[in-house]
T-cell receptor, first 118, second 112 residues
Framework: NAGVTQTPKFQVLKTGQSMTLQCAQDMNHNSMYWYRQDPGMGLRLIYYSASEGTTDKGEVPNGYNVSRLNKREFSLRLESAAPSQTSVYFC?????????????????FGPGTRLTVT | GQSLEQPSEVTAVEGAIVQINCTYQTSGFYGLSWYQQHDGGAPTFLSYNALDGLEETGRFSSFLSRSDSYGYLLLQELQMKDSASYFCAVRDRGTGFQKLVFGTGTRLLVSP
């Protein structure tokens, strides 16, 4: 099992350019997430997908769009990149949450994409 | 909403024991989890507490007190490789508990 994979690993964009970050998981998880992490900061949720066919905004969705292409894949798109979007982006997946159990608490993270917008 | 507070940094020496605290405020609670992240790496899951008390996994233990809205991660026999950031997390009631809310993290520095 590869777990959670992300592409690309590094990317440099100019202001105004667009790009899509790809994420795939092979653990048959229902839920997938996109986070950003700025230097010295915690993880902030951009968007999540609780199950195939659904997506919802997280804490910092402005400037981003997502697509849950199928159960395995969840992509993040920057339509018009801005320097404020310079960050490390992590994709994660988990089993769907089941109340009162640990199921869904364990999120599996990809290696991250380091994005610089100049 | 949810909020979690952790110390920003903790330092310790090899072989010592260190405790990283997490206090939380949440309108609904379904457990506290901990993640470890090395510099340049991805977060990895360490532990989960749904009920009060201590959960032990090797050198790492995690404790929860629901009445105090408080938990901690205890690292014993510290090794240099334990130098990392540690995050606590709770479920977000506002989204039907569909997502985790992470604390801002505690950077642990282990010195020889």
């Amino acid at each position: 099992n590869a777990g959670v994979t992300q592409t690309p690993k590094f990317q440099v964009l100019k202001t105004g350019q667009s790009m899509t970050l790809q994420c795939a998981q092979d653990m048959n998880h229902n839920s997938m997430y996109w986070y950003r992490q700025d230097p010295g900061m915690g993880l902030r949720l951009i968007y999540y997908s609780a199950s195939e066919g659904t997506t919802d905004k997280g804490e910092v969705p402005n400037g981003y769009n997502v697509s849950r292409l199928n159960k395995r894949e969840f992509s993040l798109r920057l339509e018009s990149a801005a320097p404020s979007q310079t960050s490390v982006y992590f994709c994660a997946s988990s089993e769907g949450w089941q109340g009162g159990t640990s199921t869904g608490y364990e999120q599996y993270f990809g290696p991250g994409t380091r994005l610089t917008v100049t | 909403g949810q909020s979690l507070e952790q110390p920003s940094e903790v330092t310790a020496v090899e072989g010592a024991i260190v405790q990283i605290n997490c206090t939380y405020q949440t309108s609904g609670f379904y457990g506290l989890s901990w993640y470890q992240q090395h510099d340049g790496g991805a977060p990895t899951f360490l532990s989960y507490n749904a009920l009060d008390g201590l959960e032990e996994t090797g050198r790492f233990s995690s404790f929860l007190s629901r009445s105090d809205s408080y938990g901690y991660l205890l690292l014993q026999e510290l090794q240099m490789k334990d130098s990392a950031s540690y995050f606590c997390a709770v479920r977000d009631r506002g989204t039907g508990f569909q997502k985790l809310v992470f604390g801002t993290g505690t950077r642990l520095l282990v010195s020889p």
